[in-house]
């Protein structure tokens, strides 16, 4: 399978006025073309500069950053970005903001073929009907599931998302991580998850990649093999099979921390 995102050796800090802040060391990362790649680790480790360097919105001090064969030097049209926060501009409609990407990156599309992809993916996340509200007339998790529909409307290479549903209830988090996967299964796309959410990493992710305490560096990467077969199920996250890769990602997230793992309890 073709590496759709390959970070080489890639080493950065940030300047500070008490000097250098390293940030990143030497990292390591490759994701499979239509794969869903979830990033853990501890807290200000570097997982959201992973993201901007995938997008293109900063250099590293050492090391490549390949999408789709290309060495990324710059911003990236074909990189799709959701975030905790998803900001909507109050103005337009949510048709409208979800039409924005075509308006920048497809200026030469015509407005009827704009409107019919809008539509067609406000449809799939159950929005039908809202396309003419404003931001703020939509619960937080209706809006969420906007923002996503903004960040594939154009068909980015890759969907970069920092915490998407962190700031959500349990209950709506988990009916967008169903979201999500009725999504890949009718417009696949390749994407990167940056959660603090061990199980959210294990229900959406192919693979989870645990970075070490900073400067980052690849820890362990956990091929995920989900119980049963076809469109994921939360049900899923209660087997056996789930709690171990949960187990081994805890003892990892301690690792990271430089904390003693803690021992399994059978």
């Not at 940056?194 to 992710?205: A, F, K, N, P």
């Not at 091929?223 to 003892?251: F, I, S």
Request: glycine share 8%.
């Amino acid at each position: 399978m073709t590496n759709l995102i390959d970070i080489k050796g890639v080493t950065h800090a940030y300047q500070t006025p008490n000097g250098p802040l390293p940030v990143l060391d030497n990292l390591n990362v490759s994701v499979p073309e239509g794969e869903f790649a979830a990033v853990v680790g501890p807290s200000g480790c570097g997982k959201s500069t992973l993201t901007r360097l995938v997008a293109g919105l900063m250099k590293p001090d050492q090391g490549e950053v390949w999408l789709h064969g290309k060495l990324v030097k710059s911003p990236r049209k074909t990189v799709g970005m959701a975030f905790q926060n998803p900001v909507m501009l109050e103005w337009r409609t949510i048709l409208q903001n979800v039409m924005l990407p075509l308006e920048i990156v497809a200026p030469g599309m015509p407005k009827k073929q704009r409107v019919e992809r809008a539509m067609e993916l406000l449809d799939l996340v159950g929005l039908t009907g809202f396309e003419n509200k404003r931001p703020s007339e939509l619960s937080g998790g209706m809006r969420q599931r906007a923002s996503l529909c903004r960040a594939i409307v154009h068909k980015p290479d890759v969907l970069i998302m920092d915490e998407p549903f962190g700031a959500l209830d349990a209950f709506t988090r988990e009916d967008l991580w169903q979201t999500m996967h009725e999504l890949r299964a009718k417009e696949p796309f390749t994407a990167v998850l940056i959660t603090h959410d061990l199980r959210e990493s294990v229900y959406l992710g192919d693979q989870v990649i645990v970075l070490s305490g900073r400067p980052a560096t690849t820890q362990y990467v956990l091929d995920v093999h989900y119980p049963g077969e076809g469109l994921r199920k939360l049900e899923g996250l209660y087997t056996p099979e789930c709690a171990q890769m949960l187990a081994t990602l805890r003892e990892q997230i301690q690792i990271a921390q430089g904390r003693q793992p803690e021992p399994a309890v059978h």
